[in-house]
C-alpha cells in the first residue's frame, strides 16, 4: 500500500549538508501499523514529509496506493494527499475558524468525497459527537487529539501518516489515540507513526528505527 525506495533528503545549512535521509526504504502492507523511532534529529518527520508529498526527495521513490507522489508537480501532489492520505501532527491539523464538524467537511470536500454518515461515524468513533459543532480552540488537548484524527480519517485514506501524534498528551488521552489509530488499521488503513514514546511500539505491528538518516 505505502512503498518508499531508497530515500534520500538533504539540506544545506549555510555551508553545510545535512544528510537527513540517507537511503532509507520502507514497505507498509494495508491494515499494518509502523511505528517509526529513533532520536531527535534522526529523520523521522523528514521521512513521514517525503511519504506524504510534502517535501520531495532528492532521491528514491515513494508510491501510495500503486501512484507516484514524488517528481510531480505540487498540484498533483496536492490531490494524491487528498484523496488517499490522512496527516496527523503534535501541532494539529484543525483550522481554526471551522467547527470540527466544518473541518472534516472541507477534507472531504477536498478529496471528491461527501459522505455525510461516514463523517458522523467518525466522530461518533473518536467520542466527539457532542462537539461537532465546537470551535478548535475550546476542546480539551485530549478532545483536540481525537478531532485531529477524525479529520486525518474524515477522507477515508488509504494511508494514515501520524507524527509525534501523542507528544503532548497526558497517559490517557495518547492511549485513546493509540486505540483509535489501532482501530483505523484493523479497518484496513495503513498506518505509520513516527514517535519516540515505548507506548507507541508496543502498539505498533512493526518498528523501524532511524539513526542518522538511515533504517537501523
Ligand atoms: P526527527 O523528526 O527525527 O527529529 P527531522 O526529520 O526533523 O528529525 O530532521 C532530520 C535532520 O534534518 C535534522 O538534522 C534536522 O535539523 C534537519 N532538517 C530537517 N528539516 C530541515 C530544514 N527544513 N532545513 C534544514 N535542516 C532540516
Ligand atoms: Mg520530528
Known sequence: ???????????????????????????????????VTGPSGSGKSTLLACLAGLEEPDGGIVRIAGARIDHRPERERAALRARHIGLLFQSGNLIEHLTVRQNLDLAQRLAGRRDRSWRDAVLDRVGLTGRARAWPSTLSGGEAARAGIALAVANRPAVLLADEPTGELDRAAESDVLRLLRDQA???????????????????????????????
Do not use: N, W
Request: net charge positive.
Open 1 to 35: 500500500m505505502l512503498r518508499a525506495e531508497e530515500l534520500y533528503r538533504f539540506y544545506r545549512a549555510g555551508d553545510e549538508e545535512i544528510r537527513a535521509l540517507r537511503g532509507v526504504s520502507l514497505d507498509v502492507a494495508a491494515g499494518e501499523t509502523v511505528a
Open 186 to 216: 484493523r479497518q484496513g488503513t495503513t498506518v505509520v507513526i513516527a514517535s519516540h514514546s515505548p507506548a507507541v511500539r508496543r502498539f505498533a505491528d512493526r518498528t523501524v528505527t532511524l539513526k542518522d538518516g538511515r533504517a537501523t
